[in-house]
DNA sequence: GATATATAGTAAAGCTACTTTATCATTTTG
DNA sequence: CAAAATGATAAAGTAGCTTTACTATATATC
C-alpha cells in the first residue's frame, strides 16, 4: 500500500479493476439482488404483476389483523409520510384498505385485502422454492450457516466505535 | 398452508408479522446495508463527506488508466446516460474528471483526480477492516465459507426456468 | 468517395421511492 | 383547560435512475 496503483497493479492487464476482486458487499448485493428479482419473477407468474419491491416491503409489516402507519413506520424505518405514499399505492392495486382505529381518533389502521393475503401466501412459497433452490446450490447444512452467520452480521455495529 | 391465518398464526401474539422471521433475503439485506453503512462511516471519518454509495458504484468501475462512459456503463449495468449523470456529480466532488479519447473524437475518458484515487486507497483499506471485523464475529474459516457460498448465488438463475 | 448505418455522448423530461417542511386534527399531560 | 405531543396528510424537494430524442463522429457499403 505504499502507491496508488499497487491496489490494481494485478488487474490493469484486462481493463478491469476491483470489479474482478468481488469485495464483500458486492458479494452481498449481487446476491440480493439475484434473490430479489427470483421473488418478483415468482410474484408476476402468480399474477401479481405491479408489485414492486417497495409494496412488499410495506405488505411484510402489516399484522393480518391491521397496523397503524405510524407503527408501520418504524417498523419499517421509514417516515410515515413515505408509509402513507405506499398505502395510498397499495390500496390501488387492491393489496390493502383502510379503517379508523376505534381507540384513537387520530389513528387509521391498515389491513389487507382478500387479494393482499393472497399475495402474502403467494410470496411464502415462492420463497420457500428460492431457499430449496438455494440449498440446493449450497448444500442443506452450508445453507443453515449461511442464514445464521448473515444473521450475525445484522447486529451493529460492525466496526467498533473508537473514541 | 390450508388458510390465510395459517403463516401468521405463531406471530400473532405480540403484534409482530413475518418481521420475525427473518426470510433469507432479509437477511442479505439487512447485512448489505449494515457493511455498506459501516463502509459510509468510515468514508466520512476519513472526510469524503459527500461521497454516496452511487458514486462508489461508478469509481469502481473505472480503470487507473481511464474508462469511457460507455464501457462503464456496460460494467455497472445501467445507461450510459446514468454514467454521464454520475460522472457529471464525481467532477464536482473533484473524485474524476474527463479527457477526449485519442483513438476516437466522439469517446470521453473518465479517469481519477489524485482526491478520486485517494478514496479508492481508503476505501480499501475501510474494506480490509470490515472484512477483519466480521471474520471477528463469524469466524475466519466461516467467513471464507461465506463469501465461497455467497459467490455461488451471484449465478443466474437461482430458480430455473421451467417451461 | 458519397451515403447509410452504427456508435459515443448529451439533453430533457419522467419515474420511483423516498425526505423535508408545514399543517390539521385529535389526544394526552401538566 | 391550555399546552404539548402524537397520528396523519399535503406539497415540494431529492437521489438515482430510465426513456425519448438528439448531435457528432466513426465505420461499412455500394
Redesign the pocket.
Known amino acids: 500500500m505504499s502507491n496508488d496503483s499497487s491496489l490494481y497493479r494485478g488487474l490493469r492487464k484486462d481493463k478491469e479493476p476491483s470489479f474482478r476482486t468481488e469485495n464483500f458487499g458486492r458479494l452481498l448485493l449481487v446476491a440480493l439482488n439475484n434473490w430479489q428479482e427470483s421473488l418478483a419473477k415468482g410474484l408476476q407468474e402468480k399474477g401479481f404483476k405491479d408489485v414492486?419491491?417497495?409494496?412488499i416491503?410495506?405488505l411484510r409489516h402489516i399484522d393480518m389483523d391491521g397496523t397503524?402507519?405510524?407503527?408501520?413506520?418504524e417498523r419499517?424505518?421509514?417516515?410515515?409520510?413515505?408509509?402513507?405514499?405506499?398505502?395510498?399505492?397499495c390500496t390501488t392495486l387492491n393489496l390493502v384498505t383502510?379503517k379508523p382505529?376505534k381507540?384513537?381518533?387520530?389513528?387509521?389502521?391498515?389491513i389487507f385485502t382478500d387479494h393482499g393475503r393472497k399475495l402474502i401466501l403467494e410470496q411464502q412459497a415462492i420463497i420457500a422454492a428460492i431457499d430449496a433452490a438455494v440449498q440446493q446450490k449450497v448444500g442443506k447444512r452450508e445453507f443453515a450457516d449461511l442464514r445464521k452467520h448473515l444473521a450475525l452480521l445484522s447486529d451493529w455495529p460492525l466496526t467498533e466505535e473508537r473514541n
Do not use: M, P
Not at 397503524?68 to 413506520?73: F, L
Not at 381507540?103 to 391498515?110: E, L, S, Y
Open positions: 414492486r419491491s417497495s409494496h416491503s410495506l397503524r402507519i405510524t407503527e408501520i413506520a419499517a424505518g421509514i417516515t410515515k409520510q413515505a408509509v402513507g405514499q405506499l398505502v395510498k399505492i383502510t382505529d381507540v384513537d381518533g387520530r389513528a387509521k389502521i391498515v
